[in-house]
């Protein structure tokens, strides 16, 4: 079944931002001393400790969850509620993520682009870009979220 996204958060949604949470994925699980590590510009592998391993592994399984819910969800449902309450919860995480980040990093380092590293752009960069995505597909910048008729209880008749 298609999607009932317009074409530009099509390719975000249901092609980039999974494959991003994959990559994240398979960092985060088999290089889990990398992935601490590199959160934040200028941190240097010191090795983790059980708990950091765990974590890390954790967050990994998160990404893996986020990109298979993204994908059923988006090409499952011929509901544009459903896709509008999904993306506003993923609106929701993306400014808890910036914010938690924004923290750690203090203003400084937030705002300074020109200091950060790969996995700092994904960390601030590519949320941001995420989250007005999300903002312009639910405000009907890209087009609308089109409903497609349910075929739930329908009978076939020949």
């Not at 682009?113 to 790969?118: E, K, M, V």
């Not at 960390?123 to 999300?134: E, K, P, Q, S, Y």
Request: aromatic share 12%; net charge positive.
């Amino acid at each position: 079944m298609a999607t009932l996204l317009p074409t530009v958060p099509y390719w975000v949604f249901c092609v980039s931002e999974p494959v991003s949470l994959v990559a994240g994925f398979a960092i985060a699980i088999f290089q889990p001393e990398q992935f601490v590590a590199l959160q934040l510009p200028n941190t240097e592998s010191t090795g983790l400790s059980p708990s950091g391993k765990l974590i890390a592994w954790q967050t990994g399984n998160l990404f893996g969850i986020m990109a298979m819910m993204g994908i059923a969800i988006l090409f499952a449902t011929t509901e544009a509620a459903v896709v509008k309450r999904y993306l506003i919860a993923l609106l929701l995480g993306d400014i808890g993520h910036l914010t938690a980040v924004w923290w750690v990093m203090g203003s400084d380092g937030f705002f300074s682009a020109h200091r950060w590293n790969g996995f700092t752009w994904g960390n601030v960069g590519i949320t941001f870009f995420l989250a007005l995505v999300r903002i312009g597909t639910l405000v009907g910048l890209f087009g609308e979220i089109k409903p497609q008729p349910s075929t739930v209880g329908k009978v076939k008749r020949k």
